[in-house]
């Protein structure tokens, strides 16, 4: 691998680090978050995510929020808006690849879904920046990528995490 890539998936805000292999003791962490407050660095961006009314990938975090915030109230209950939605892995007692998220409009999608839409914008973001900083493309085989769960989880949220991630 030429770089690790550690997501660090939070209930209230997430991010990435990556280091590459030739300098691991030099970590970059993703501080230019679309949507982010003008001016800040930010090292994390909220744990949002916003499908369309077709139920597609939107956006994550400061874009997911805002976007979503500025939609027209008759217009909102069509989009699905879902915000601190991991601790459902921790909460869920009898937790399968079939349990479902509820979106703020009362919609329910899967989980299984939710998070590998969240893996998939982490993973994209994180390939354009190591591309724009590499002057070249980054494939995802050259990556070893990390994904942080709590300590606390039970192998059934471990293994969810594991799944959306595939």
């Not at 915000?83 to 007692?93: I, N």
Request: overall charge neutral; glycine content about 6%; aromatic content about 14%.
């Amino acid at each position: 691998y030429l770089v690790v890539v550690a997501i660090d998936f939070g209930t209230t805000s997430s991010g990435y680090a990556y280091s590459f292999t030739k300098e691991p003791e030099c970590i970059h962490v993703m501080r230019r978050w679309e949507g982010g407050d003008p001016g800040v660095s930010n090292q994390k961006t909220p744990t949002t995510i916003l499908l369309t009314p077709e139920r597609k990938f939107h956006s994550f975090g400061y874009a997911a929020r805002d976007f979503y915030h500025d939609l027209d109230p008759t217009e909102s209950k069509h989009w699905l808006y879902f915000e601190k939605f991991k601790m459902k892995l921790h909460t869920t007692g009898n937790l399968t690849m079939e349990t479902d998220l509820t979106a703020a409009n009362g919609k329910k999608v899967k989980a299984l879904e939710i998070f590998a839409y969240a893996l998939q914008f982490f993973k994209e973001q994180a390939l354009k920046e190591l591309s724009d900083q590499g002057g070249s493309d980054f494939e995802n085989t050259e990556v070893r990528w990390v994904i942080t769960v709590p300590a606390i989880w039970k192998q059934p949220a471990k293994q969810f995490m594991r799944q959306a991630a595939y």
